[in-house]
């Protein structure tokens, strides 16, 4: 599992240009079935060979990261942008960054002001647009390599924690990716449904692929895989779910009531660590997009709990990853026979 999050975490993907994401999960795919990308950029495997009569089953979770968009390359080659997605401000000035051109990536670093300079205009965290990007280039060259509307990747490199802890840019939501790609390895063979395992683009930007491959594909019943809170030492705890507690099965007028009761009695009854998500309204994720989609698709969400969310050190314990895996594939085997 921890190799299966290093190999997915480590392409760029920022919302809207997913492309290198979507190949390097096509590649981990292929050897379960047939492979598609979908027009919006995201990437299809069909893994069961059930009869073509049998409930589609999808299995989903959104594979952009959030990052930043170029706005504009002033004369003195700095970078203005604008968030691509809800990064956290905090985590910007002095913040490591790719910068995805045609040509190529080129690296560069936030800049800010030093506190040495700083008045009480701009002290505090700094919004995106008030930074820039210093990529070490004049503003000729500057000009020629970058255009508006390039997106920018922030640095993150992969680092293994203590126990099964890992930390690395993008496991919102590349961990929930991967464990769409376990549950679909689980369910491999299975005959009593067709599975559709959907690795979907834009969810940080308002869940278009989401909808468009809902609609597509026009599932009887979807699993959304996404992270959430976990706790931290200065948290919310009713907010927040536990690391290495298992999968957070949402609980929202949003879901099916009924699949959120039966997920949490297979992980009772199949011994798999798990704990609740109580949400009173939408949930903030794809899965808002999928239950009312094409005629309505009774929809569940897990959610994987991750620190730090939305800055380039988030962490999640591969178990955690693991467990979410196993209880969507117990479940799937529980609802239908061969």
Same mark, same amino acid.
């Given at each position: 599992?921890?190799?299966?999050?290093?190999?997915?975490?480590?392409?760029?993907? *920022?919302?809207?240009?997913?492309?290198?994401?979507?190949?390097?999960?096509?590649?981990?795919?292929?050897?379960?079935?047939?492979?598609?990308?979908?027009?919006?950029? #995201?990437?299809?495997?069909?893994?069961?060979?059930?009869?073509?009569?049998?409930?589609?089953?999808?299995?989903?979770?959104?594979?952009?990261?959030?990052?930043?968009?170029?706005?504009?390359? &002033?004369?003195? #080659?700095?970078?203005?942008?604008?968030?691509?997605?809800?990064?956290?401000?905090?985590?910007?000035?002095?913040?490591?960054?790719?910068?995805?051109?045609?040509?190529?990536? $080129?690296?560069?670093?936030? =800049?800010? %002001?030093?506190?040495?300079?700083?008045?009480?205009?701009?002290?505090?965290?700094?919004?995106?647009?008030?930074?820039?990007?210093?990529?070490?280039?004049?503003?000729?060259?500057?000009?020629?390599? %970058?255009?508006? #509307?390039?997106?920018?990747?922030?640095?993150?490199?992969?680092?293994?924690? @203590?126990?099964?802890? *890992?930390?690395?840019?993008?496991?919102?939501?590349?961990?929930?990716?991967?464990?769409? !790609?376990?549950?679909?390895?689980?369910?491999? =063979?299975?005959?009593?449904?067709?599975?559709?395992?959907?690795? *979907?683009?834009?969810?940080?930007?308002?869940?278009?692929?989401?909808?468009?491959?809902?609609?597509?594909?026009?599932?009887?019943?979807?699993?959304? %895989?996404?992270?959430?809170?976990?706790?931290?030492?200065?948290?919310?705890?009713? @907010?927040?779910?536990?690391?290495?507690?298992?999968?957070?099965?949402?609980?929202?007028?949003?879901?099916?009531?009924? @699949?959120?009761?039966?997920?949490?009695?297979?992980?009772?009854?199949?011994? !798999?660590?798990?704990?609740?998500? !109580?949400?009173?309204?939408? &949930?903030?994720?794809?899965?808002?997009?999928?239950?009312?989609?094409?005629?309505?698709?009774?929809?569940?969400?897990?959610? !994987?709990?991750?620190?730090?969310?939305?800055?380039?050190?988030?962490?999640?314990?591969?178990?955690? %990853?693991?467990?979410?895996?196993?209880?969507?594939?117990?479940? $799937?085997?529980?609802?239908?026979?061969?």
């Amino acid at each position: 599992m921890i190799e299966l999050l290093r190999a997915l975490c480590a392409p760029a993907g *920022v919302s809207g240009d997913e492309r290198a994401a979507a190949e390097a999960a096509a590649e981990i795919l292929r050897p379960l079935g047939e492979v598609s990308f979908t027009p919006l950029g #995201g990437v299809a495997c069909r893994v069961s060979s059930a009869a073509a009569d049998a409930p589609l089953v999808l299995l989903t979770a959104h594979l952009d990261e959030i990052g930043l968009m170029v706005i504009r390359v &002033t004369r003195d #080659g700095f970078l203005k942008a604008a968030p691509c997605g809800g990064a956290d401000r905090r985590s910007l000035a002095g913040a490591r960054v790719t910068v995805h051109t045609e040509s190529g990536p $080129v690296p560069g670093v936030v =800049g800010s %002001v030093p506190p040495h300079l700083a008045d009480e205009t701009n002290k505090g965290y700094p919004k995106a647009e008030d930074l820039w990007i210093d990529l070490g280039l004049s503003g000729e060259e500057a000009a020629r390599l %970058v255009s508006p #509307g390039d997106r920018i990747s922030f640095g993150g490199a992969f680092r293994r924690l @203590l126990g099964d802890r *890992v930390s690395m840019k993008a496991l919102d939501n590349r961990a929930g990716c991967a464990a769409v !790609i376990r549950a679909a390895q689980l369910l491999s =063979g299975f005959c009593g449904a067709r599975i559709a395992a959907a690795l *979907v683009t834009q969810e940080e930007t308002g869940s278009a692929g989401a909808a468009a491959d809902t609609f597509s594909l026009r599932p009887d019943r979807a699993y959304v %895989v996404d992270v959430s809170m976990a706790q931290t030492p200065d948290d919310k705890p009713e @907010l927040c779910g536990k690391m290495g507690g298992g999968p957070m099965v949402g609980v929202s007028p949003w879901l099916s009531r009924a @699949l959120s009761r039966s997920l949490i009695e297979t992980a009772e009854r199949d011994g !798999i660590p798990c704990q609740t998500e !109580i949400m009173s309204g939408r &949930t903030g994720t794809d899965a808002d997009h999928i239950a009312p989609a094409a005629g309505g698709v009774p929809t569940a969400l897990i959610s !994987i709990p991750l620190r730090y969310m939305h800055t380039p050190v988030e962490i999640v314990s591969a178990a955690d %990853v693991e467990n979410t895996a196993r209880l969507i594939a117990a479940h $799937v085997r529980r609802d239908f026979s061969c």
